[in-house]
């Protein structure tokens, strides 16, 4: 299945406007809100640290193995206009196809929910290092601008809806449906004989990634025309829903 490195601001000195925390505040709380999104869709993740750095978040996210890298920021004016921004950018590394693939839909999606829409851009750029020194295909999305007190009030009001529409862009980017999360159950698998299926997408032609035996125990997370994303030992998946019960 997917995986994601998830990067958050770590900068508590980048003070939002309304005085209603940081930067490394607000893009952590998005960063909560969007983990139960990124569940149901079957998509891994894992998660920088606020005592972290870009520098030490590249490091590790170097370290392993991820399919994209998605760093959350909010944006300020040079001086001079502090507070005359507004806008929302997704910068990618310039050579990555797939990196600018990942920003047009992040911005596509925040597009649908920001309130001055011809203002979410995507830009290339070889000068930021979430975005230069990922070895994953690589997004940083500055949702706002946390001196400007319109964009400031709408990233604080928008926590779930931001989340929720950055979700629908990772799926998007993987090919997976958009599911909404549901209350995580647990679950049982129900069949009479065999084993159930669990695959790596929800659909029967999808590839297997493993066979769950009767009484199997399983977490659900969502759900999609009659499949669940289910957390099986160690795996995340999709599994048929009229053989789990819950």
Known sequence: ?????????????????????????????????????????????????????????????????????????????????????????????????????????????????????????????????????????????EIGYHDNYADARWVETHTDAIAQQLGRAVAEYFGLPFAYPMERRQGEVDVDFGTLNLRTRPESSAPVIANMPDGAEVTVYGEWQGWYTVHYGDLIGYAASAYIDL
């Open 1 to 141: 299945m997917p995986r994601i490195y998830l990067s958050p601001s770590t900068q508590d000195w980048n003070a939002y406007v309304t005085g209603s925390g940081s930067e490394e505040y607000n893009m952590n709380l998005i960063a909560d809100a969007l983990e139960p999104y990124l569940l149901a869709n079957g998509i891994r993740w894992t998660r920088n640290r606020p005592d972290m750095t870009a520098g030490s978040s590249i490091r590790q996210a170097n370290s392993g193995s991820y399919d994209l890298y998605l760093a959350l920021h909010s944006n300020a004016a040079p001086e001079g206009r502090y507070g005359e921004e507004r806008g929302i950018i997704a910068f990618y590394y310039p050579t990555s196809a797939n990196g600018r693939r990942a920003a047009e839909l992040v911005a596509q999606e925040l597009r649908d929910i920001y309130p001055l829409p011809e203002k979410v851009t995507t830009r290339s750029t070889t000068t930021l290092g979430e975005v230069r020194l990922s070895r994953a295909p690589a997004v940083l999305a």
